[in-house]
């Protein structure tokens, strides 16, 4: 069973950083993409960033460029998400996902974390 679970999020100031972590266990896929995702309160479930577990490669919404950084840590299961120069608008609930498609937006992934609060005031 494919299990996931996000930690770091919280309550910061404007331009201040947060990582985010995704705990993952019980993939057996040979390749697969783990994603941070990001819901609103009011809006649909957006996409952040995502990486593959074949070459690493990466992925980021535009809006999170330059500002987030996916990285993984295979001896671990953990996928981060580093967030700098937080802004108001990043306010969300913030999920990882694990696709067997390598896909990008939310509804290419199968499996999904309870998701981590991420309030960052002005």
């Known amino acids: 069973e494919v299990q996931l679970v996000e930690s770091g999020g919280g309550l910061v100031q404007a331009g201040a950083s947060l990582r985010l972590s995704c705990a993952f266990s019980g993939i057996t896929f040979d390749d697969y993409a783990i994603g941070w995702f990001r819901q609103a309160p009011g809006s649909e479930r957006e996409e952040v960033s995502c990486?593959?577990?074949?070459?690493?490669?990466?992925y980021y919404a535009e809006y999170v460029k330059g500002r987030f950084t996916i990285s993984s840590d295979n001896a671990k299961n953990t996928v981060y998400l580093q967030m700098n120069s937080l802004k108001p608008e990043d306010t969300a609930v913030y999920y990882c996902?694990?696709?067997?498609?390598?896909?990008?937006?939310?509804?290419?992934?199968?499996?999904w974390g309870q998701g981590t609060q991420v309030t960052v005031s002005s």
């Open positions: 990486i593959s577990s074949s070459d690493g490669t990466t």
């Open positions: 996902a694990v696709s067997v498609t390598d896909g990008v937006t939310p509804d290419e992934y199968d499996y």
